[in-house]
């Protein structure tokens, strides 16, 4: 027990190139951020107003809504 002490050593800390170190570790996590939140947007808005504007044209008849207009009467030259 002579060459054991109560007392541990702590190790030195880090100084070179901590700078570099955060800002990689930082980076990594604001790509991995956008990268998830670019899919979560994809997923629940971007496919979502693609069905909605899908739907409406798939029922959307042209003649009909210019004859509807036409007989409102918002056409000067009709």
Known sequence: ??????????????????????IKR???VALTLAGLSGLTFQQLVASERKRKYAEFYRTYDAEKEFEEMKA???????
Request: charged share 10%; aromatic share 4%.
């Open 1 to 22: 027990m002579a060459g054991e002490s109560a007392v541990s050593t702590v190790a030195k800390p880090l100084m070179r190139g901590l700078l570099n170190n955060a």
């Open 72 to 78: 409102k009467g918002l056409f000067q030259s009709c």
């Open 26 to 28: 930082n980076l990594i």
